[in-house]
């Protein structure tokens, strides 16, 4: 069951790479997956991952990378910031998607399920909690992000590669979606301040609660290509 979802996202995601970064190919040293589209005009592209300097020809249909060089001396920064701040967000974030999801639950089940009452109590202080998680995550986030982009600039020399574009475009993404849950969360017209829950009585607020949710879901799924996509430059796959 599990193998076929995964067969069909990633059936999904191979239709959306063709799309947008055209035909890849495998580094034939270290097997990253690269778009020829990256390499420069003379057909010359440098692997992110293992270093090597290839010559990317395409005979009767086939992408043939050559390896011609290794990249020597490439910066190899002692402090691995980018890797190390990446957990942050990714660590906090689905604690607040958590928190957000029980409160919407609670604020619906909560007239159906009078025993919910003592932990109904409680409500206002897990959405503060869920509040600061989520600022936590999105505000950290911009180290993660900075000290990113300070990695593609030194250590990649700011060369084009399809998913440093793909990093930046769901990073700013990642930002949008978790200022926009922050500001719903923050204003109290999801979550009232006095309850802690979503009035249910009142449409505009299961509307914005459903805004603030899908935002979260939607972060969740940014989120987890960022870390998919940032660990092939890492592992290869
Ligand atoms: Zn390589």
New binding site residues.
Partial sequence: MIGDVRRLVAKIAEKFKRRFYGRTFH?P??H?ELAMVDADGNRLMV?P????VLDVEEVYGHVVPVVLEVELYRPQPKMRIHPLVTHVPIGLFPFAVLGAGALILASVLGPWAPGLGPWLANAPLVADATLVLLALSVGLSVLTFASGLWDWRRRYRGRPYWQIRLKIVFSVLFLMLGGIAIALHASGAVFQASTGLVDVASPMAIGLAAVELGALLLGMVVIATLGHVGGTLVFGR
Avoid: D, E, H
Avoid at 49 to 52: D, F, R, Y
């Fill in positions: 580094c040293v270290c990253v692997c991952l293992c270093g090597v």
